[in-house]
């Protein structure tokens, strides 16, 4: 009987040491999980950032472009009426020998002349009002000065010698003019 006791307790004894090792086992276990899960958690933040990063520079990218294109598109035509300006300015000049009588200026001739200068105004080319205004560099290339007439017209422009232009409010020629002091 004895023996029977000391057999039983010792089955109990290791039963109870393999319970604790399985226990110490499956905790382990679940401590390796909890630490794989959160390495995976930091992964995944570290993914999704460099995926919210890289979306943000793509975006960024195609409003660049979309710009850059609208804006080629806007002034692609900026040299070729840049070179037709010299043309409006001999029609201006034509157009006031005509006025003061020293030449004809046809009717056709008179149409040719608004139906350019319509199209390029269609196309964004706009002409400086500048005679009468104050000077401004931003704007007006002077070419001398001349003293005032009056007090008042000190610092403005009395006369514009080449008229300037903006092709959709960018100046693509300044205005030459004479200054009064």
């Known amino acids: 009987m004895i023996n029977k006791i000391k057999e039983f307790m010792s089955n109990q004894v290791e039963e109870t040491s393999t319970k604790k090792d ?3 086992k499956e905790t382990e276990e679940i401590q390796n999980l909890h630490q794989e899960i959160e390495s995976l958690k930091t992964e995944l933040e ?9 979306f943000a520079e793509f975006d960024n ?6 710009k850059e294109r609208f804006e080629l598109m806007k002034t692609a035509a900026q040299e070729t009426i840049t070179s037709l300006l010299p043309i409006l300015d001999d029609f201006d000049r034509a157009k006031k020998s005509a006025e003061t ?9 008179q149409l040719v002349y608004h139906k350019l200068f319509s199209t390029m105004e269609h196309k ?36 514009t010698v080449e008229k300037g232009y903006t092709l959709n409010d960018k100046i ?8 009064a002091k």
Request: aromatic letters at 8%.
């Open 22 to 24: 399985k226990k110490k």
């Open 46 to 54: 570290e993914s999704k950032d460099k995926y919210l990063r890289l």
């Open 61 to 66: 990218f195609k409003k660049r472009s979309v």
């Open 101 to 109: 009588g020293a030449e004809n200026f046809s009717e056709g001739v």
């Open 124 to 159: 964004g080319l706009r002409a400086m009002d500048s005679t009468g205004k104050d000077f401004d560099p931003e704007y007006h290339e002077a070419i001398t000065d001349i003293p005032a007439p009056s007090d008042e017209m000190k610092g403005k422009v009395i006369d």
């Open 172 to 179: 693509i020629r300044y205005a030459k003019v004479v200054v």
